[in-house]
């Protein structure tokens, strides 16, 4: 494999911040934010693990892409 998932080659850039995690509801919540100045689309990728489970590798269990404008978007 040349790139994992979610590693694209892009002519922009993203900003990503504010993560968190709802560990009771297993929501996650991430702000992206075109940094770039021409139109992109970001792939961000969310991966698990179980922590009773020392030998459990980790696992994509969903991802979530958005196609931005510009700077700022």
């Known amino acids: ?7 694209g080659l ?3 850039r993203f900003a990503h ?3 968190a995690l709802d560990r009771e509801t297993l929501t996650a919540t991430l702000r992206v ?3 770039g ?4 689309a970001e792939v961000v990728p969310i991966y698990a693990l ?3 489970e020392p030998d459990f590798q980790s ?3 969903g991802f ?8 700022g978007e």
Do not use: I
């Not at 100045?37 to 992109?40: D, E, I």
């Not at 892409?65 to 700077?71: R, S």
């Open 37 to 40: 100045r021409v139109l992109g």
């Open 17 to 19: 911040s504010d993560f």
């Open 50 to 52: 179980r922590e009773d």
């Open 1 to 7: 494999m040349a790139y994992p998932f979610g590693h």
């Open 64 to 71: 979530w892409q958005d196609h931005a404008g510009g700077w």
């Open 33 to 35: 934010t075109s940094t």
């Open 10 to 12: 892009s002519y922009t």
């Open 59 to 61: 696992q994509l269990v």
